[in-house]
């Protein structure tokens, strides 16, 4: 499967050679200072498995 065709002038490609930038919004114009939190995963000792993985057998 190939990527749709984008347009240079809104999307240049890529050098991986670069380093990754260390301010966020160089990627992504608008993104907060600061992620939030990342919610807690449920464990089967929360009082169920309500959305987790189930043991293996």
Do not use: F, K, W
Request: hydrophobic letters at 25%; zero cysteines.
């Amino acid at each position: 499967m190939t990527g749709p065709d984008l347009d240079p002038e809104q999307y240049p490609p890529i050098d991986p050679r670069e380093p990754v930038p260390d301010d966020v919004s160089v990627l992504l114009p608008g993104a907060p200072d600061e992620l939030p939190e990342a919610p807690a995963e449920p464990t089967p000792d929360d009082g169920g498995n309500a959305g987790g993985v189930r043991e293996p057998a």
